[in-house]
Structures are given as C-alpha cells and as structure tokens.
C-alpha cells in the first residue's frame, strides 16, 4: 500500500508540496480545499483595483491535480483534526492519513467592534473578499456617474494596517479612483482613502530607501497617512485612533494582522502566543512528527531564529522543504534542516508602478512593475499549463 499524504489546502504552500511529491509514484496525494481553485493573492490586489481580470487570479485545483497519476483532489471543507488517531473530519465523513501537511494559509485578523461594521468591513486575502471589494467600488463609482448629488458627496475609506498588504491595497484603489474620476471628467477630491500606520512609518522594518519611495508615492496618490496611530474603537461609523482623531468612514479593510484557519483553532498542537504552529528544524510538528505544518499557519523563522513574514515565497520554500523532508523520512534518509529566507520583495503600487528590494539593488518605478509581473508569471503560467493538461483527465479526478 502507498504511503497516503493529505494536505490540507491549495494555498502557495500546499500546491508547492504537491507538486514535489507528485513526481513519486510511490505516495499517494490527496489535496483537500473548499475552493476548487488556487487564488494567487500576490495579484489580488490588482483584482480590487480592477487592474487585472478575475481568470488571471485563480488556477483550477481539479484540472491542476488531474495532471498527476498520484493526486487526488478534494473538494471538501476541513471540520477537525483528530491528532491522537491520524483522522481529519471532512464535512461529508472521515478520511486517515500516513502524513498530514497542514497548508491551510491564513485569514485576516478583524478588529473586534459592533456587529453590523464588523460584517460590513472585509479583508482580501480571499477571492470572495477581493471581488466584493472590487465590485462595491464599482458600484460607488457607477453611482457618483449617474448623480451629480452623489458625486459631490463625501466618501471615506480606511485601510487599517500599513504592511505589505495595506499599502498595497491603498495604492492600488486610490490609483483605480484616480484614473476612473480623470476619464471622466470628475472630481475625486470627495475620495479619501485613509491608511492606518501604527508606527513612524509605512513597511516597519524595511530599507529606509523603500519605505521613501512607497512614502512618496502614497502621497503623490492622494492617500492620506495616520502615523504613530492605531485603532482604539469602532463605533457605528466613525472610528477613533489612539491619537484622539476620528474619522467617519463607509468602508474599512482590515489589514493589520492574520490569523490561521478557524478549523485549526482546536488543533491540539502547540501554538505560539500569535496562534500560529510551532515547528521544529524540519517543519514538523514539536508535538508529532507525522504532521508538517507550511506556510502562513506555521511560526517560519530565518536561520538565525528571526520571525518571517507571511509571504507567498517563504510559503513556497517550506512547502518544498516539507516534501523533500517527507522523502527523506521515508527513505530513511538524513532531514534537511530549514534555512528559509526572504530573496526580495516586490510591492505593487497602482497602476504600472512597484518598489523592489533585492538586497543588493533596490528599484522603483515601472522598471520594478515589469520584475514583479514576470516573478508572477514564471510562477503561474507552468500551473496554468499543467492545467491544461490536466483538463482531459477532469472526469477521472476525484472531486
């Protein structure tokens, strides 16, 4: 019998184990997801902007797997994992495991506040978030087209958290409002898009020369910047910041934190003051060395033990390090230990203008927009064509 490797989730994390074990006939994959397709979040972001179309964000899990001979795809909802016996409770029954890979990603951390702003407020690390984002800007805009009332109407946003996420997000919409209001004729002068930074800066911790050229171009945007401020409350809709400002908002995008999967939280397994998966050298488990746990919901640490940020690249390195530690173990082989790093980092900011900081060099400008867009397409385009090739086998897949 096939050694049987679950793993749970189609996130950067999951498809990168996945692919490396599919080339060993000998273990048989299961990938198991709620969403029939992997959601490329480092271009959800041009998606809320509407800077990119809704197909070039999402590879098809079925058609992805059925390239393979030994993956099977799931189409499941994670209810529990029962540690003690090997077991994950699907929402239509039970299904063992040898190995489980845990690469359920994360979800955004929402600010604890009244009932109806909390559900009217989203984050956009999902698909389902970004295109109910997308389309209630649409909707704004489509309004303030038709009504000259409208259009002279006061609109707030808040962006609360100015990381990798949040400036993104604030870029990208103020330069979609931007460009839409100046076709038009309009004035976007009634637009504020408001971003929440916790601490002097935007990007705390990057390279002075990035957080200038994001900083710069946030402003030239029009965003405007709350520094040293955090949210203290939420009240109907106004917000109040630490700093006794208020501002009224009718939209908020939280973008301040994550937090694992809410199947995950009764997982009995050790977890870090943050709720993210403690690990040993090896991506294991600390408390069970048949569970590898990659990705956003694992507390990565560099070499030198400093915390990684929750990023698409270090979840793509584990994931290929959980597989060839998962070969290694059944081959009896020496573990390779984890030496995780972070090569760059490419941060879209509206329209055809990024920042990149490769160690060495750092760019910014439209140089940078053409280095991020190929970093993606060399990552997406050899999913899209095996799943092409996987298209023909579709009824063979289990789903």
């Known amino acids: 019998m096939r050694h049987h490797v679950v793993i749970l989730g189609g996130s950067y994390a999951g498809i990168a184990v996945m692919r490396q074990l599919s080339k060993y006939p000998e273990i048989q994959v299961t990938l198991i ?131 990798l996420s949040g400036v993104e997000i604030a870029a990208g919409m103020q330069y979609f409002f931007n460009r839409y209001y100046r076709s038009n004729a309009l004035s976007c002068a009634t637009l504020h898009i408001h971003l929440i930074v916790s601490r002097e800066s935007v990007l705390n911790g990057m390279h002075p020369s990035i957080i200038k050229s994001t900083t710069n171009r946030l402003k030239a945007l029009r ?76 507390a990565l640490k560099s070499k030198k033990g400093t915390p990684l940020p929750p990023t698409a690249q270090t979840a793509i390195q584990s994931g290929k390090l959980a597989a060839i530690n998962i070969l290694a173990t059944l081959k009896n082989k020496k573990l390779k230990p984890s030496n995780l790093k972070l090569k760059g980092i490419a941060i879209a900011l509206g329209g055809r203008y990024a920042v990149i900081d490769l160690k060495f060099i750092r760019i910014h400008g439209y140089l940078a927009y053409l280095i991020k867009k190929l970093i993606e397409r060399c990552y997406k385009w050899p999913l899209w064509y095996s799943a092409i090739k996987g298209y023909k086998n579709i009824d063979s897949c289990d789903i």
């Open 223 to 298: 965003v405007i910047l709350h520094t040293n401020s955090r949210i203290a409350s939420i009240h109907a809709h106004e917000t109040v910041l630490t700093n006794g400002t208020k501002i009224n908002f009718d939209f908020m995008i939280f973008a301040g934190g994550t937090m694992i999967a809410p199947c995950l939280k009764e997982t009995k397994l050790s977890k870090t003051a943050k709720g993210q998966f403690e690990v040993d050298d090896y991506l294991r488990s600390v408390d069970d060395k048949n569970i590898y746990i990659v990705g956003d919901a694992a």
């Open 33 to 163: 997801d709620q969403h029939p397709y992997h959601y490329l979040q480092t271009e959800g972001y041009e998606l809320i902007s509407s800077n990119t179309s809704f197909e070039e964000t999402i590879v098809s899990l079925p058609a992805l797997c059925a390239n393979y001979e030994n993956v099977t795809f799931k189409h499941r909802t994670v209810v529990s994992i029962d540690v003690a016996n090997n077991v994950i409770l699907l929402d239509d029954g039970d299904l063992s495991y040898d190995t489980l890979v845990i690469a359920l990603g994360s979800v955004t951390k929402r600010f604890e506040c009244d009932t109806n702003v909390y559900n009217y407020s989203l984050g956009a690390k999902s698909l389902r978030g970004a295109l109910k984002l997308n389309q209630f800007f649409q909707h704004q805009l489509y309004k303030r087209l038709e009504s000259d009332k409208k259009a002279k109407e006061s609109f707030n946003i808040i962006v609360g958290g100015a990381g």
